[in-house]
Nanobody, 126 residues
Framework: QVQLVESGGGLVQAGGSLRLSCAAS??????????MGWFRQGPGKEREFVAA????????NYAGSVKGRFAISIDNAKNMVYLQMNSLKPEDTAVYYC?????????????????WGQGTQVTVSS
């Protein structure tokens, strides 16, 4: 079993930055077994893919709407996944979720991710 706990959300003005964190834990958990992703769900919208990092760390994937502004990273020593968000826009307002997909699953489809955190709210004011 894998537990994921997000933190770092909040209220920020447009153009500002936030860094989301996701603490991963569980019996025998290891990032070498999972591809990690971030998703978001805005008000009245479906959950959508934001970013992912492959378990080999040799591949990153970003949604077109965040490419060049967001960056996903992993700290193996701390069992943490991060999402650095820069140049935030009001349309980035959403609940952000951390997710894990057992390798070799490398996908943007949220239904293919096995484990989810509870989410953290990000609100960007104009």
């Amino acid at each position: 079993q894998v537990q994921l706990v997000e933190s770092g959300g909040g209220l920020v003005q447009a153009g500002g930055s936030l860094r989301l964190s996701c603490a991963a834990s569980g019996r025998s958990f290891s990032f070498s077994n999972y591809n990690m992703g971030w998703f978001r769900q805005g008000p009245g919208k479906e959950r959508e893919f934001v970013a992912a990092i492959r378990w080999t760390r040799d591949a990153l994937n970003y949604a077109g709407s965040v490419k060049g502004r967001f960056a996903i990273s992993i700290d193996n020593a701390k069992n943490m996944v991060y999402l650095q968000m820069n140049s935030l826009k009001p349309e980035d307002t959403a609940v952000y979720y951390c997710a894990a997909a057992l390798r070799p699953m490398w996908t943007t489809e949220y239904g293919k991710y096995s484990y989810w955190g509870q989410g953290t709210q990000v609100t960007v004011s104009s």
